[in-house]
């Protein structure tokens, strides 16, 4: 972004009319917005639709982590339900996904509390994705999760060379 179009946004806030609508241009309204919280002009901030944007930034956070999740767990069925089909890239989906929920954790330590939430909605929606994937009855599946969080962080899964985690 240029300067120029940094100064400009800043000044577009001292026009009331130039600022755009919540509903109708949001990256236009959060351009507003930040203009105005920089300008410090705080009593002139949509500060109910600012709450309800952050809200989303938090859940969006929190749903990175269970998709994270539900792909190691869908995995982590497949792989006991169908071990003829183990595949390579199985393994490294699980190594892919742990990285993710490791980042996720990482850069958002108060979702800990959330992890045991996040198993069960993720355990929830990967059997039926691995009922649909396998051709398998969801019945087949137990009806809660049987992996433990430390299994679905670091439970060894190998095929051929390939293992995760990696042997250290």
């Given at each position: 972004m240029a300067d120029t179009d940094v100064k400009i946004r800043q000044e577009d806030p001292q026009h009331p009319s130039a600022r755009r609508p919540y509903r109708g241009d949001l990256f236009g309204w959060v351009q507003d917005q930040i203009a105005l919280l920089n300008a410090g002009k705080f009593s002139e901030i949509d500060a109910v639709n600012i709450a309800d944007e952050?809200?989303?930034v938090g859940n969006e956070q929190y749903d990175k982590l269970e998709s994270a999740v539900r792909v190691i767990i869908f995995h982590f069925l497949k792989w006991d339900h169908q071990s003829e089909r183990r595949s390579r890239s199985w393994v490294g989906s699980i190594v892919e996904q742990r990285r993710r929920v490791e980042r996720v954790l990482k850069k958002n330590p108060s979702l800990k509390p959330h992890i045991e939430e996040a198993v069960v909605e993720a355990y929830e929606d990967a059997v039926t994705d691995a009922a649909v994937e396998?051709?398998?009855?969801e019945k087949t599946f137990p009806e809660s999760c049987p992996y433990p969080w430390d299994d679905i962080l670091n439970g060894v899964v190998a095929l051929d060379d390939l293992q995760s985690p990696?042997?250290?």
């Amino acid at each position: 972004m240029a300067d120029t179009d940094v100064k400009i946004r800043q000044e577009d806030p001292q026009h009331p009319s130039a600022r755009r609508p919540y509903r109708g241009d949001l990256f236009g309204w959060v351009q507003d917005q930040i203009a105005l919280l920089n300008a410090g002009k705080f009593s002139e901030i949509d500060a109910v639709n600012i709450a309800d944007e952050l809200g989303d930034v938090g859940n969006e956070q929190y749903d990175k982590l269970e998709s994270a999740v539900r792909v190691i767990i869908f995995h982590f069925l497949k792989w006991d339900h169908q071990s003829e089909r183990r595949s390579r890239s199985w393994v490294g989906s699980i190594v892919e996904q742990r990285r993710r929920v490791e980042r996720v954790l990482k850069k958002n330590p108060s979702l800990k509390p959330h992890i045991e939430e996040a198993v069960v909605e993720a355990y929830e929606d990967a059997v039926t994705d691995a009922a649909v994937e396998t051709g398998l009855p969801e019945k087949t599946f137990p009806e809660s999760c049987p992996y433990p969080w430390d299994d679905i962080l670091n439970g060894v899964v190998a095929l051929d060379d390939l293992q995760s985690p990696r042997k250290r």
